[in-house]
């Protein structure tokens, strides 16, 4: 029976055809129980009604049948209802007579109007509708509102408000407050005493709901906040100030900034203000080495076709002279091909090298070539994935090149191959920034003529001096090359990231084909992964999952730390899967993208709990336990039938 000693709520709603209401109080077990129901049919006029007055005439109706428990009474009268337009009546309406005559009576009762979903409320929706026009859709559920701005209150989820009361008997700063208000009028902390009041069970601090020290309750109210659409994941400043409109409690702002650098959404998705600053490892050149003793490669293709030919082989002298040899070839160059052209342009000038440098590229990566590195005994050191900073030194000269090139062929560019050797004369014979000379001076003691001179020479110096010359030279050149090395090292050693055995890192994936149907919208980085082994200061081996075939070490510039918070929680629960037909099944999340080439057609599916790189590929006669995820996105994306369906397991 209802109890006029305890607060109701009202839930009521509207249809085409009737409105539907029930009563509620909360009971001795805490949950809020039914105590009058009301289904009443619209007149053949009242069917006629706009959205907002058939709305509004619900309410009317619950209010006028149940007045005798809630005219009058001690608590507020709570009405929830399922339509977005609210709002439509807290602004000032020009009424008709009918509208007036109900925001009258309305005015009698202490009201607080609370938007809710319609799944809250199935049991007043149901009562509002036809049996035989269960099937028909009405727009009952637009917007609409005609009330004054005093019958709402701020909305409040009506479980997470009993949750707050339920926790508040163990918080003994909450018993203090309320003993103090009740009893002797004084505010436990420094504040005034108008600050602070109770209302349905409630403890308020400045028109906000204080919160208990539960973590895990204070973790929900952040999380349905901070994660919900019509906030978007805010930063730390934007959450705290979000929360702040209806919450308080002490020490929120370190406790939101901590949740808020635990979100594993944020850390994916964002863009990262602050990279990793990982130590800079350049390359140290050998001892009195000799000219491309170590020289590193790499390849410029896509030019415009000559003579068949639209790549250039660079190879540039990383020990000692910083010379270049440039060499046209083909894009469909293989490596066996790199091999030979190795042997007649490297080798017959310099003889073999001790070393290669170069980057990962599917020619200097083959079998063949990795073969006649070993056969030679020359040692080949390739980049870590994605990281061409590795092989820099040939990046840099790739850009000087094509700069020179667009310089001179721009007009006409199918004439870059007969400026290739002039492009290598000028770049031997420049003067090096950090050395002081140029290449061509250091490997032969003088500098060639590119032009006519206005005068001869006369003055030969003898070839012992010469020799002499060059000795000394190279030494110099070594210990500017060392010099150069470690101010390099100096300038990037401040406040490094350094990761450890173990650690789950992000990984970048701007160079990773991670099948989303747009990059644009697609995660900043995946993972998290977990750190199999420190190869080296900057490398690292990650557990990457077997489905994908790329090479799992990684230069730590590509990387970011993971962080999970004691205030965020774990941001991946990873549930154990179910066992359907003795087979283990996890429960699908999300279909993110389809292969339309695939034959037959797969699709990428996330689950559950897990991170997305846990993402597969997955036929669709796979898929038989999420066909309503998968029919929707059938019909989304238009996709012609190509394989069949299939069908529900019994």
């Not at 003889?351 to 080949?380: C, T």
């Not at 001179?408 to 950090?434: D, G, I, M, P």
């Not at 490094?496 to 890192?505: A, C, I, R």
């Not at 900043?524 to 690292?540: D, H, M, N, Q, S």
Request: proline fraction near 6%; hydrophobic fraction near 35%; charged fraction near 30%.
């Amino acid at each position: 029976m209802p109890d006029v000693d305890k607060p109701f709520v009202i839930e009521a709603d509207a249809s085409k055809w009737a409105t539907g209401a029930v009563l509620r109080q909360k009971g001795v077990d805490g949950e809020w129980h039914p105590c009058r129901y009301l289904s009443k049919s619209f007149s053949p006029a009242e069917r006629n009604y706009e959205i907002y007055d058939r709305e509004l005439l619900a309410i009317y109706r619950a209010l006028m049948e149940w007045r005798h428990y809630l005219m009058g009474g001690k608590f507020k009268v709570v009405i929830l209802s399922d339509h977005k337009n609210l709002t439509y009546f807290r602004t000032a309406q020009k009424l008709n007579r009918r509208q007036a005559r109900w925001s009258l009576f309305l005015s009698e009762f202490d009201l607080g109007l609370v938007h809710v979903p319609g799944k809250s409320i199935s049991q007043a929706d149901a009562l509002s509708r036809r049996s035989n026009e269960q099937d028909e859709i009405d727009n009952d559920n637009e917007d609409v509102v005609v009330l004054l701005d005093r019958f709402f209150i701020r909305g409040i989820n009506l479980e997470l408000k009993d949750d707050i009361v339920e926790r508040l008997g163990p918080d003994d700063f909450h018993k203090s407050a309320l003993e103090q208000l009740l009893h002797q009028g004084v505010p436990p902390i420094k504040s005034a005493l108008s600050d602070w009041k109770i209302e349905n069970d409630l403890l308020f601090f400045q028109n906000r709901v204080y919160v208990l020290n539960d973590t895990d309750l204070r973790r929900r109210i952040v999380q349905s906040i901070h994660e919900t659409p019509g906030v978007g994941h805010p930063g730390q400043w934007n959450t705290t100030e979000q929360v702040q409109r209806d919450f308080w409690w002490p020490g929120m702002v370190k406790f939101i900034k901590s949740f808020v650098d635990g979100c594993a959404t944020c850390q994916q998705s964002k863009i990262n203000t602050h990279p990793t600053r990982t130590p800079i490892q350049p390359i140290q050149a050998p001892q009195n080495s000799f000219p491309f003793q170590v020289c590193t490669m790499d390849l410029i293709t896509d030019l415009p076709e000559c003579d068949g030919m639209d790549s250039i082989l660079v190879v540039v002298d990383h020990s000692s002279t910083k010379g270049v040899i440039f060499t046209p070839c083909a894009k469909t160059t293989d490596a066996t091909k790199v091999a030979e052209m190795l042997i007649q342009h490297l080798y017959k000038r310099f003889g073999l090298p001790d070393r290669i440098i170069s980057d990962r590229d599917p020619r200097f990566a083959a079998e063949v070539f990795q073969e006649m590195g070993k056969q030679l005994s020359i040692k080949h050191s390739m980049s870590t994935a994605f990281h061409p900073q590795t092989d820099g030194e040939t990046e840099r000269v790739n850009r000087e090149l094509e700069v020179y090139l667009r310089m001179f062929c721009a007009k006409e560019q199918t004439r870059w191959k007969e400026y290739l050797s002039l492009a290598e004369f000028a770049h031997n014979n420049r003067t090096h920034s950090v050395l002081k000379k140029s290449p061509f001076f250091m490997m032969m003691g003088y500098h060639p003529r590119p032009l006519l001179t206005v005068f001869e020479r006369t003055t030969i110096p003898s070839i012992e001096e010469r020799l002499q010359e060059l000795k000394r030279i190279r030494e110099e050149t070594t210990g500017l090359l060392e010099l150069a090395r470690q101010h390099m090292i100096r300038r990037e050693k401040q406040k490094l990231d350094v990761f450890e055995k173990g650690q789950k890192v992000w990984l970048e994936a701007k160079n990773l084909a991670t099948g989303y149907p747009s990059r644009k919208l697609a995660p900043k980085r995946e993972g998290p992964f977990a750190i199999l082994e420190v190869l080296g200061p900057v490398t690292y081996k990650l557990d990457l999952p077997h489905q994908w075939k790329i090479h799992p070490v990684f230069h730590a510039a590509l990387l970011s730390p993971y962080k999970q918070t004691e205030a965020h929680g774990p941001s991946f629960t990873e549930p154990p899967p179910d066992l359907i037909e003795e087979f283990e099944e996890y429960e699908v999340d999300a279909i993110a993208g389809h292969r339309p080439k695939k034959r037959p057609r797969e699709f990428l599916v996330s689950y559950t709990g897990y991170d997305l790189s846990h993402n597969r590929w997955i036929r669709m006669e796979g898929m038989e336990n999420c066909l309503d995820l998968l029919k929707d996105y059938i019909k989304k994306h238009k996709l012609k039938p190509r394989d069949p369906i299939p069908t529900q397991p019994s």
